[in-house]
């Protein structure tokens, strides 16, 4: 386990995101909705390397403040706090009806924000609402995560059986066949970035490099 958390944030300098280890972890690296995001790491003997060099590099990318919302906070919640902040800054653009939390934190953002900032914020929602869109923000997430967690363990077997495991989108598809990984790659944006990562010629350097070694 040290080990993959030495390599992950060598490469991707996620030095500052705490890291805790749970015997009776359900995964082996999976990111917490502390304050800030921490990631939890499994201590299990037989676990593969390879795999926990992807988990663990993906959970700490997921664990960086610029996605808490849409990679760290519950579904609702995350919606919660988008749908107040364009209530509350961009309301033109917002939903029509909001739920009680989010009623109460938008009216706690207005107030704790200063006139400028509130006007500054308005103009970027208006601008681009999807800035603010819960799916296009986790889809994002979850895209970069893959592509993350890919260069910095080198582990595309365990990538795709990963994402083959726990992309909803890739529930009813069978990725031991050929034919269906063209429709698998359509389907999941997190494995086309994955396979886009993994055909680049940054990647592919570093996988030769390896080998000479």
């Known amino acids: 386990m040290a080990d993959a958390y030495a390599l992950a944030t060598r490469v991707l300098g996620t030095h500052e995101v705490p890291v805790y280890v749970a015997i009776n972890a359900v995964t082996l690296a999976s990111v917490l909705p502390t304050h800030p995001p921490s990631v939890v790491a499994a201590r299990r003997v037989g676990d593969s390397l390879s795999a926990l060099r992807y988990e663990m590099a993906r959970a700490l990318w997921l664990a960086q403040p610029e996605y808490a919302i849409p990679a760290v906070l519950e579904r609702q919640d995350a919606v919660d706090l988008l749908d107040a902040t364009r209530a509350a800054f961009a309301s033109r653009t917002g939903p029509e009806r909001l739920s009680v939390a989010a ?40 895209d970069c995560a893959a592509r993350a967690a890919l260069i910095a363990s080198g582990a595309l077997a365990e990538a795709v059986a990963f994402l083959a495991e726990h992309d909803p989108a890739l529930a009813t598809v069978d990725l031991t066949r050929e034919p269906e990984f063209g429709k698998a790659a359509r389907r999941s944006s997190a494995l086309a970035s994955t396979v886009q990562a993994a055909l680049s010629d940054g990647f592919l350097a570093a996988v030769r490099s390896a080998l000479a070694d």
């Open 103 to 142: 009623t109460e934190v938008a009216a706690g953002l207005w107030q704790a924000l200063p006139a400028g900032e509130q006007r500054e914020i308005e103009r970027v929602l208006t601008a681009d609402d999807e800035l603010v869109d819960y799916d296009r923000l986790r889809a994002q997430a979850m």
